[in-house]
């Protein structure tokens, strides 16, 4: 999430309503790292993913590393409406820059 959203707040809760409840809050980042040492979470999950900064993400070259990582995980349509969202930047020239990206690879 960190690689398509950038830099968010966020929240991992789990077992809600149940005795062992639990909620770490942190940077998707900050997140990431923490489960990467633990190891995943047990029992139930829910992910909360705070807005973007205000400063949107404008340079070509920043929209590229964007679509990259989220082309990994997901489909070229949803990757480009992903990183549209994500950057405020109009979802058609997100969709055309992931096409030319997939044309490169």
Do not use: C, F, N, W
Request: negative net charge.
């Amino acid at each position: 999430m960190h690689t398509v959203l950038g830099p968010r707040p966020a929240a991992i809760a789990r077992e809600l309503t149940k005795r062992y409840e639990e909620v770490r809050r942190g940077t998707l980042e900050e997140l990431a790292r923490h489960y990467d040492e633990s190891g995943p979470p047990l029992g139930e999950v829910v992910i909360v993913v705070g807005p973007p900064d205000s400063d949107p993400v404008t340079e070509d070259a920043d929209i590229d590393i964007l679509l990259q990582g989220a082309m990994t995980s997901m489909s070229l349509r949803d990757a480009a409406a992903t990183v549209a969202e994500a950057t405020g930047r109009p979802r058609r020239e997100i969709y055309a820059r992931a096409l030319a990206l997939g044309a490169e690879d």
